[in-house]
C-alpha cells in the first residue's frame, strides 16, 4: 500500500504547447481547456467554450485554421493546411472525434466528425451532416447538409432529419463541455 507523505506539496500548472511560427501566434477564446498536451501551432484562432483534448494537434503553420464557438477537437486528432492553398475552417457546435484528420477542409456548423476519419483538402461537410467513423473524405467532396457519409472513399448513404442531426450533436457537445470541465477544476498536478 502506497501512503501519502505529510511532507508540503508543490503545485505545478501544466499547459498545451502553444507555440509562434512565422510571425503568427495561436489565439484562444474565452472558457477553452487546453489538454497539456495538445500542441497548437502559428496562424489558428479558436473561439469560445472549446476543448482541445491529449495529442491534438493544430498545425497552422503554413496556412491559417479558423474554429468557431463550442467546439471540440478530441485526442490524437490532426488539423494541417496545404502551404499558401487550402485552409481549415470549422463553424460552431461541431465534434470532431478521435483520431480524425482535417487538412485543408471545410466543417460547416453542427456537423459530427466521427473517430478516425479523414477529411482532405478543399472537402466542405455541410451544416448538421456526419461524417462515420473511419470514413475517407476525399480532395473537393461536397458533403450536403444534414447527410450521412460513410465508407472509403465516404460515399453518402442517407439524409438526416435535422432535428435528429441538431440533438445528436448538441449531445456530445454538451457532453464534451462537461468533460472539459472536470479538467479545469482540476487544472494542477501535486509534485
Request: net charge negative; glycine share 10%.
Amino acid at each position: 500500500m502506497v501512503g501519502r507523505s505529510n511532507q508540503p506539496t508543490k503545485t505545478l500548472t501544466i499547459m498545451a504547447l502553444i507555440k509562434s511560427v512565422r510571425g503568427f501566434t495561436p489565439e484562444v477564446g474565452e472558457n477553452c481547456y487546453l489538454a497539456e498536451n495538445a500542441t497548437i501551432v502559428g496562424d489558428v484562432k479558436i473561439g469560445k467554450d472549446c476543448s482541445i483534448w491529449f495529442n491534438a494537434v493544430l498545425r497552422g503553420d503554413v496556412n491559417p485554421i479558423r474554429i468557431g464557438d463550442r467546439v471540440n477537437i478530441q485526442d490524437g486528432s490532426v488539423l494541417h493546411t496545404l502551404y499558401e492553398k487550402s485552409v481549415v475552417e470549422i463553424g460552431n457546435d461541431v465534434s470532431v472525434g478521435h483520431n480524425v484528420t482535417i487538412h485543408g477542409a471545410t466543417v460547416k456548423d453542427g456537423a459530427l466528425i466521427g473517430m478516425g476519419s479523414t477529411i482532405l483538402d478543399y472537402a466542405v461537410v455541410g451544416e448538421g451532416a456526419i461524417v462515420a467513423a473511419g470514413a475517407l473524405v476525399l480532395s473537393n467532396t461536397v458533403i450536403e447538409p444534414n447527410t450521412l457519409w460513410a465508407g472509403v472513399p465516404a460515399k453518402f448513404i442517407k439524409k438526416i432529419p435535422e432535428e435528429q442531426s441538431k440533438e445528436l450533436n448538441k449531445k456530445i457537445a454538451n457532453g464534451y463541455l462537461m468533460y472539459a470541465s472536470w479538467f479545469k477544476e482540476e487544472n494542477t498536478t501535486e509534485k
